[in-house]
């Protein structure tokens, strides 16, 4: 038998158990009650209001009065009123439901779940506005980013698809050197955007717009230009027209 029945048949047990238990305790306060009963008593005439909340009437108090009395004050043997006990019959059903449903059958949400779910829902929330958002970017509207989270978004974007060609430090590779001021395709945000969204095919750069979205474009573009005058060791022969 695997855990999982196992559990299902432990809590099983226990509802059912729970169950005849209650029925038992009820059936032996009936038939107590009826044991009880006077049969010479007058037959009980009050309202279903007062039988539900175990009120007696003043004029019936001594029937319930205690023996013992402390310092002149009577006691009244006044008993668990029903609607209270009919409220803490409902308060175990409803746990064994709960139980059975949250965390045996595992159908509801509770609380680690429901945050899960919550945060899975806005991270894809998120990431459609994001693409939404990322299309509306285009070389005629792109303008550099000087935000400390595009930049550093944008050094992440280099970092993984820029360096082969061009150097950790924008020395240049294989491809030129862009720290110095010779450009061969133009210093501009918009040249950069254009370049890196169609590529150089015939240099070997290729089209990023298939594995980069427009807004990825635009950081990687703005970090580029902060690498303008930067100097590294090891920079690469200019190439190009000097753009001051």
């Given at each position: 038998?695997?855990?999982?029945l196992l559990e299902i048949w432990l809590v099983s047990t226990i509802v059912m158990m729970g169950i005849v238990i209650l029925i038992v305790t009820l059936q032996l306060r009936t038939l107590l009650h009826q044991l009880s009963k006077d049969p010479n008593a007058p037959e009980d005439n009050s309202s279903w209001w007062s039988r539900f909340t175990g009120l007696k009437p003043l004029e019936k108090e001594r029937e319930i009065m205690m023996d013992h009395t402390h310092d002149?004050?009577?006691?009244?043997?006044?008993?668990?009123?029903?609607?209270?006990?009919?409220?803490?019959?409902?308060?175990?059903?409803?746990?064994?439901?709960?139980?059975?449903?949250?965390?045996?059958?595992?159908?509801?949400?509770?609380?680690?779940?429901?945050?899960?779910?919550?945060?899975?829902?806005?991270?894809?929330?998120?990431?459609?506005?994001?693409?939404?958002?990322?299309?509306?970017?285009?070389?005629?509207?792109?303008?550099?980013?000087?935000?400390?989270?595009?930049?550093?978004?944008?050094?992440?974007?280099?970092?993984?698809?820029?360096?082969?060609?061009?150097?950790?430090?924008?020395?240049?590779?294989?491809?030129?050197?862009?720290?110095?001021?010779?450009?061969?395709?133009?210093?501009?945000?918009?040249?950069?955007?254009?370049?890196?969204?169609?590529?150089?095919?015939?240099?070997?750069?290729?089209?990023?717009?298939?594995?980069?979205?427009?807004?990825?474009?635009?950081?990687?573009?703005?970090?580029?230009?902060?690498?303008?005058?930067?100097?590294?060791?090891?920079?690469?022969?200019?190439?190009?027209?000097?753009?001051?």
């Amino acid at each position: 038998m695997s855990e999982y029945l196992l559990e299902i048949w432990l809590v099983s047990t226990i509802v059912m158990m729970g169950i005849v238990i209650l029925i038992v305790t009820l059936q032996l306060r009936t038939l107590l009650h009826q044991l009880s009963k006077d049969p010479n008593a007058p037959e009980d005439n009050s309202s279903w209001w007062s039988r539900f909340t175990g009120l007696k009437p003043l004029e019936k108090e001594r029937e319930i009065m205690m023996d013992h009395t402390h310092d002149g004050i009577e006691e009244l043997d006044n008993p668990t009123p029903p609607w209270f006990m009919y409220l803490f019959y409902s308060t175990i059903v409803f746990g064994l439901i709960y139980g059975f449903y949250y965390h045996v059958y595992q159908d509801g949400d509770i609380q680690v779940t429901e945050y899960k779910t919550d945060m899975a829902a806005a991270e894809k929330a998120k990431e459609v506005y994001m693409k939404k958002f990322a299309n509306s970017v285009n070389e005629n509207n792109v303008s550099a980013s000087t935000s400390v989270k595009d930049l550093t978004e944008g050094s992440q974007v280099y970092m993984t698809n820029c360096v082969a060609c061009h150097g950790d430090k924008g020395q240049g590779g294989v491809g030129p050197n862009l720290t110095d001021k010779f450009w061969i395709h133009g210093a501009g945000i918009k040249d950069l955007f254009r370049t890196i969204t169609q590529g150089v095919p015939e240099k070997g750069m290729i089209a990023w717009n298939k594995t980069l979205n427009p807004l990825q474009i635009q950081k990687v573009a703005s970090y580029i230009l902060t690498l303008q005058g930067t100097n590294p060791p090891m920079g690469k022969e200019p190439q190009g027209v000097e753009i001051p």
